[in-house]
């Protein structure tokens, strides 16, 4: 890109955004244009813009495409697949002041929502009127809805209550293709069915920024939970145990709300950072959280204790004291930045079929071995999601060097085992080649024809996802 097209491109922005809204300040712009996975590379952006209306995303898209300058969206950069960063020669756009919750819709259990608003924000928000979102990544306190929507974003409860799509009913975004750079469509309903037309919703959803910005969102919602939810907690001396007690609660039809796993080493960093009380003294610790009320509640309980006991447990209990309970699940909510205090962190987000989880723990441990890498996992366990984190010591080419390979290792041991390169963080930059690895040809070929559709310039998000 040139210094003219540079020069325009930024009088471009700031006739359509006020100046101060368009940053350009070195520190402030490298701030801006990362995301939470620090071995993703990053981009040279020319300008950050903090937008605060639809209209405003409208008119900075058609800028962009009269100059063909690329446009990455950003929420709260909590990402950790490199979704957000940068490319050369683009624009971030911060949607994260963009936070108005517009409406709760208590008749019709609905809310509408500006993309910025904070996940927990929203939580908070619609628990005054006795409701519930329950989508919850361990990031809720800060990411981002309009980040969630365009990662497809899961959490701790999604093996009950699902993923972000479950509740994404409509969006309002900015597009280009046939519709025209800069236009403003709305997708979807507020309707609780409806199949009129192809569901462009859904695919804008998990779409990474790469077919357009989503500048307003109609999520469902539930009624808040009653009764007191019960924990299970089971340590053991192996994850491949560990993994066969998530497999027996799957068997057996259990559906907890949440089934979360944490290993050694995330514990003893949790505990070294926060002191939770946490005992750390077990290779494995499984947390189940049930919700279903009254004798349903007990019986699943101990049902999930009985499975545990079977795989091995060295010990599994239904924990009677809350604020250890408490305690632990705010251990799994934090494994990931007490991790990342130990140096950068490489996040795997595999996910196998449930029956397939040991023998991914027995993979898990091989390649850990076999390249010298130090993992650390934490693991939505009971959707078979989970979180090898490679950690490596700071400055070290070489360690760095054989995690790499035992990330792609990784990746394909979970194709191997009828699983998928990512669960719930997005492709991003990190899991391109993997993706292309787990999609046969036709699929892929249908995806490009996707992002042609939509995005013909090319200009949103580049040379991320595909
Ligand atoms: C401690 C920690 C725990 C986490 N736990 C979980 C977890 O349990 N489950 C989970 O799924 N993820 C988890 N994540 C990952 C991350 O929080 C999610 O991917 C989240 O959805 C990202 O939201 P964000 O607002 O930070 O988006 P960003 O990181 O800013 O952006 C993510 C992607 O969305 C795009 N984007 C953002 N806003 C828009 C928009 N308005 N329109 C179009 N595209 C947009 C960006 O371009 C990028 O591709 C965790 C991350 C951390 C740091």
Redesign the pocket.
Known sequence: MTADTVASAVEGLRRVVPPERVALDPDVLRGLSH??AEWAPVGAAIAAVRVRTEAEVAALVRVCAELRVPI??????????G??NAVDGGIV?D??Q?REILEIDTENLLCVVQ??V??NDLKAAVAEHGLWYPP?????P???????????????CCLKYG??RDYVLGLR?VVGGPAGYGSAVALGRRTSKGVAGYDLTGL?VG?????????EITLRLRPAPVGHPRTVVGAFSSLVDAGRAVAGVTRRGLTPAALELLDRVCLEAVEEWKQLGVDPTTAALLLARVDSPGTAGAEEATAIVTEFTDAGAIWATESTDDVEAEALFEAR?????ALERLGPVLTE?VCVPRSKVPAMFAQIEAIASRHDVRIATVA?AGDGNLHPLLLTPPGDDDARHRAMLAFEELLDAAIALGGTVT????V?LLKRGGMLRELDAGNIALQRGVKDAFDPLGI??PG?VL
């Open positions: 995301d939470e990455v969206a950003r929420g709260a950069g909590t990402g950790l697949s979704g957000a756009l949607l994260s963009m993309p910025g904070v996940n919850d990544p361990a990031s809720a800060w990411a981002t809805l309009g980040g969630n929507v365009a990662t497809n974003a899961g959490g701790l993923v972000t975004a804008m779409s990474e920024g790469t077919l357009g910005i989503v500048t909510r934090l494994a990931y930045p987000d939505h669960g719930e963080h997005g991003g949103f998000n991320k």
